[in-house]
């Protein structure tokens, strides 16, 4: 009987972060990576992960955080993996579920785990939210997150629209949304504008 196989699932948070750092020297005989924001729902590579994993598989993932949006999605995940017969993993808090297995504490750990880290990225959060209220109140300008591009990209960005390359392809390609992309193009409009004055 084969020991089944052992699939790995990282996730970073955003296109220009790497994954190489995850599941570092695991031996792994599959993975699956998203780039996609912890509060993202949408993460297409996990569910292809656990589509693909069957009984006797075991899924390694970097941390609990990389693995579900909150404490009650996560144990879900995990229940549900491990009522079809597979092994879920977490390498960071060296936890490990198994079928059939009853592990009280590892279970305890987990939800710990999963809700501190839940209640970590409220408080930031809620102190962003408080920096943006203090910083109106002081008549400063907030301006939000800097750009994600260099100006390497921007111009690169720019050029590729003039060329008349489809927006919507350019910005999926470089990671942006299109609202991001239209800003970046209306400011290259605003700098022309203030050049020909």
């Known amino acids: 009987m084969s020991k089944g196989q052992r699939v790995g699932y990282k996730r970073v948070s955003s296109v220009d972060q790497s994954t190489e750092r995850q599941l570092d020297g695991v031996p792994l005989d599959r993975v699956f990576e998203d780039k996609a924001s912890g509060k993202n ?7 292809k992960a656990l589509e693909y994993v069957r009984d006797g598989d075991t899924l390694i993932v970097h941390s609990i955080d990389r693995a579900a949006r909150n404490t009650a999605n996560l144990l879900e995940m995990v229940e549900s993996l491990n009522a079809k017969g597979v092994t879920v993993e977490f390498v960071k808090e060296r936890l490990t579920f198994r079928a059939g297995v009853a592990d009280p504490m ?91 004055r």
Do not use: W
């Open 41 to 47: 729902m949408d993460r297409p590579e996990l569910k």
């Open 106 to 196: 590892s279970h305890l750990m987990m939800t710990m785990l999963a809700g501190f880290a839940q209640f970590e990225r409220a408080m930031i959060r809620e102190r962003q939210r408080e920096g943006i209220a203090i910083a109106k109140a002081k008549g400063d300008v907030y301006k939000g997150r800097a750009p994600k591009l260099n100006a390497e990209q921007i111009g690169t960005l720019r050029a590729r629209c003039a060329a008349g390359e489809e927006k919507a392809a350019v910005a999926r390609s470089m990671g942006i949304s299109r609202v991001s992309l239209y800003r970046y193009l209306a400011g290259a409009e605003q700098k022309a504008g203030t050049i020909a």
